[in-house]
């Protein structure tokens, strides 16, 4: 007598019959890789049938992925970060003060262009290698100290700017930065891609994006392993401070100007951006890819409510809404196959 297997029947031979993956198994694969994509497909869908000759065109497409860029640039800095179980809250004020101090140098000292960008990155460093100190030799919390590395960092913006507008005196090249336009998209998107990329190598592809994933995952155990945490952890805290100033760089390059608490808009849309990638991987992970998919969801979803002429309140809920729904299909898969 032939025995019947738990998941399956058996053959004339007594074999067990594999009866194959259920639609059922190939809906919660398909939640659990690809909820986030699908959102962002129905999003585009959806936007373009309500708005089909302004949204569904290359010069919009081209506008998204523009306005895009600098959030891309700061969420994959605080991917960094993320990855190893860091929290920083300086994203915004970096951005801020990255951009102020290299439009100041132009416009108050009359600085090189080229030589005002590698002094705001020289000041990135300084700040990022000075919050990732304090976390890791002193002990401090990541949390406590880069929201006092915030509101810092956001007074030395203010006192730089004076909390004034600062338009004169910034030279061609380095508004060029962020109104050339180079095979057909703004060259902001060309840095964005290249720096996602090497972002991309960094993480998924060296030995030391290996081991800021194995000290993300436990911390100790990478230590007793012999795995330089300390310094893991500190790289990640100076790529935070020196995307979120390329950034800003690109932010003030585009308007031709610097303005107060120009970073602080992109605090929270990095954060968002950085969690909900975080579903597109199937073990939560923080990754490059789901960063941008990420993104780019943010920019369509906040470029198609304003298609719809709706109130600022009404952009907000819809917006929330609709990245709530999207975190909460990809979990709904992930669920599903656990």
Known sequence: ?????????????????????????????????????IALLLAIVLFSALRP???????????ILTLAAPLTIAA???TAALVMNEIDLSVGSMIGLGGAFAVCLMSFWSVPWGIAIVAALALALAVGLATGLMVTLAGANSLIITLGMAT????????????????????????????????????????????????WVLLERSEAGRYMYATGSNREASFLAGLPVARLRVTGFVLVAALATVAGILLTAQSASAFSNAGQPYLLPAFAAAFLGSTVSGDGRFTVAGTVIA????????????????STGAINIAQGG????????????RRLRR
């Open 53 to 63: 000759e302004a949204f569904f065109s290359w010069t919009n497409a081209r506008a």
């Open 76 to 78: 994959l800095g605080l």
């Open 152 to 199: 810092l960092l956001t007074g030395l913006e203010f006192s730089l700017t004076n909390q004034r507008t600062i338009y004169a005196g910034i030279d061609a090249g380095y508004v060029a930065l962020g109104q050339s336009m180079v095979l057909g998209l703004n060259l902001q998107v060309w840095i964005a891609g290249t720096i996602a990329i090497a972002m």
């Open 1 to 37: 007598m032939s025995s019947v297997s738990q998941n399956g029947g058996t053959g004339a031979a007594g074999r067990e019959i594999n009866p194959g993956p259920t639609l059922r198994q190939f809906a919660e694969a398909l939640l659990q890789g690809y909820g986030l994509v």
């Open 322 to 333: 609709l990245l709530i729904m999207a975190v909460l299909l990809s979990r709904f898969g």
């Open 295 to 310: 993104v780019l969801f943010i920019g369509v979803i906040q470029t198609g409510l304003t298609m719809l002429q709706l």
